[in-house]
């Protein structure tokens, strides 16, 4: 469930993230098919155009070497060993677009999100119709606020590659993100039905809903086809939970923070749902749960409070 934006960004970031797994397989291409040699004697006497291959195929390597460190760290979640390594691959091949979009997800990841930009920005000029750096910087203007930018950039990138459900799925969060719920739903069924087995994105629809407080009963079918698909998502089980709270049957959504907490314990948004079905119940369990639930999210009984989702309050209470 993405239930704030903190939350958003940092699906923004895993996703930014993944996209950089996908240069894998291209760097372990050049890797396999090129050799590092030692210097051999009789390569004195050699044709400079072949030392030049050889010095070509050997330069290959070692950016195909830094590129590998980079990713491993950027995967390990060190972002700014990523960046060196991208920094010394790039050095060798500074007009190498995969490389300056894996370098500026690091940037982002390392909290650089100036760098992040110029490297995004770099690539878009050396290779303009290529969405992924669209996509990339859309979503960093996304993180740092720069709304018509960003929305330029999701815009452009859909534009280049309308196949891929990725850019529309990501334009969705951002419209969710910034409380406009019709696009995002209109977005999030868009990706549906380019990719209709992804429960991410049936989850995504279903929260959204859950956030404007209508068509539940199709918010409810959401979550319930994110269920089918991946029984053990903990977000669409949460997201569900918070259905049923809207729909004031707070057993079922006990029944589904539970399953949600089984799969992912530590799930603070499930634990502050619970409590708050709990207290409708009468359950005298639930001060423990919202206690857990501020313990992990020190923040989670404003924000769901702004989103309806309120405690009881002399006698009253919210969703």
Not at 23 to 51: C, D, F, G, K, M
Not at 224 to 251: E, F, L, W
Request: proline share 4%.
């Amino acid at each position: 469930m993405t239930a704030h934006v903190a939350a958003v960004r940092f699906k923004q970031h895993h996703l930014l993230v993944a996209g950089g797994v996908l240069l894998l397989a291209l760097i372990v291409l050049v890797w396999t098919t090129r050799s590092l040699s030692y210097p051999n004697p009789a390569e004195v006497h050699a044709p400079a155009a072949q030392l030049q291959q050889k010095a070509a195929s050997e330069r290959d390597v070692a950016v195909a070497r830094f590129a590998l460190i980079c990713l491993d760290a950027l995967t390990r979640g060190e972002p700014k060993v990523a960046v060196k390594n991208c920094d010394l691959a790039l050095d060798l091949d500074p007009n190498n677009v995969t490389l300056l979009n894996l370098r500026g997800n690091a940037q982002v990841l390392a909290g650089n999100s100036v760098k992040s930009l110029a490297d995004f920005t770099r690539a878009i000029a050396l290779a303009p119709t290529n969405p992924e750096a669209y996509r990339y910087r859309a979503n960093v203007y996304f993180l740092t606020k720069r709304d018509a930018l960003a929305l330029a950039d999701y815009n452009r990138a859909i534009a280049l590659d309308p196949a891929n459900a990725i850019g529309i799925e990501l334009r969705g969060h951002f419209h969710q993100a910034r409380g406009e719920y019709a696009a995002a739903i209109a977005d999030f069924s868009k990706a549906i039905a380019l990719k209709p087995g992804e429960a991410r994105v049936w989850n995504s629809r279903c929260w959204t809903r859950v956030l404007a407080n209508s068509e539940l009963d199709a918010a409810l079918s959401d979550c319930d086809r994110a269920i089918a698909i991946n029984p053990g998502y903990a977000s669409a089980h949460d997201s569900r939970g918070y259905v049923h709270v809207r729909m004031t049957k707070y057993a079922d959504a006990i029944e589904d923070f539970d399953r949600a907490l089984a799969i992912d314990p530590r799930l603070a948004t499930s634990l502050f749902g619970r409590g708050l079905s709990k207290l409708h119940t009468g359950d005298a369990t639930a001060p423990l749960d919202l206690m857990q639930a501020r313990a992990r999210d020190h923040d989670i009984e404003t924000r769901f409070a702004a989103l309806g989702f309120r405690l009881k309050v002399n006698g009253a209470s919210g969703a």
